[in-house]
């Protein structure tokens, strides 16, 4: 079975800080990488996704994320937050199976 | 265009009461799935159907079951319910295959007394 796991439960940046968020799956075969942002009081968005070809993928909103395939992993990175960025993260990975699987969720706080 | 729309928003029942939350689709998707998501955790894959059949399933009791219909909306079912159940029931569309997105709706928050 397939899992995720995101590091960081809780962040708190200033704004215009650099953020990094880590994710790393456990999945051997071919897997579709997602990254899903949820407001406050809104429902779950999509930030970006990887299928295939460049590793390096860019999102809405300025972010991006790299996976490093011998690292089964798939940080998300933004150069510098703002406090509208103030969300929950969730890391998710589908592998195999049509239903996604996510990771506990990153709760990221910005001070002004 | 309209999003994914759920209903109820919100839903109170007691224990060992059944329940069916609802969902449509974004029009033109012909595949719904079907999470739980408990405070603090990420949300957890129930079910996927397209094209009214079961296409994925994940681990949960048989208590919970689903079905879509010809408009390709969908039911989801639990019953028997039990205090745990109380949780963020997420809908997703999707057209099928590539490049997999799935669109979420707002949930039906579901409190079991």
């Known amino acids: 079975a397939q899992s995720v796991s995101q590091h960081n439960h809780h962040v708190i940046l200033s704004e215009a800080a650099s953020l990094e968020l880590g994710c790393n799956y456990s999945y051997g075969g071919t897997v579709n990488l997602f990254w899903y942002v949820q407001y406050p009081g809104q429902h779950l968005q999509l930030l970006l996704k990887y299928f295939s070809g460049d590793p390096l993928v860019k999102g809405i909103k300025g972010f991006e994320a790299e996976f490093i395939k011998s690292k089964f992993s798939f940080n998300l990175r933004k150069p510098s937050v703002q406090w509208s960025d103030t969300a929950e993260y969730f890391c998710?990975?589908?592998?195999?199976?049509?239903?996604?699987?996510f990771g506990k969720g990153t709760h990221l706080i910005i001070q002004p | 265009d309209a999003g994914v729309t759920q209903s109820p928003t919100h839903l109170i029942k007691t224990r060992g009461q059944h329940v069916t939350l609802r969902c449509s689709p974004i029009?033109?998707?012909?595949?719904v799935s079907w999470y739980q998501q408990v405070l603090g955790q990420g949300p957890q894959f129930i079910f996927q159907y397209y094209e009214k059949e079961e296409r994925g399933r994940g681990n949960f009791p048989d208590r919970f079951s689903a079905r879509q219909f010809p408009n390709y909306s969908s039911e989801l079912n639990v019953n028997a319910l039990l205090l745990g159940d109380s949780a963020l029931y997420l809908c997703?569309?999707?057209?099928?295959?590539?490049?997999?997105?799935?669109?979420f709706g707002p949930g039906t928050r579901l409190t079991v007394t």
């Open positions: 029009s033109g998707h012909k595949s």
């Open positions: 997703a569309s999707s057209t099928r295959g590539a490049p997999y997105e799935q669109y």
């Open positions: 998710a990975v589908r592998g195999g199976a049509d239903g996604l699987t």
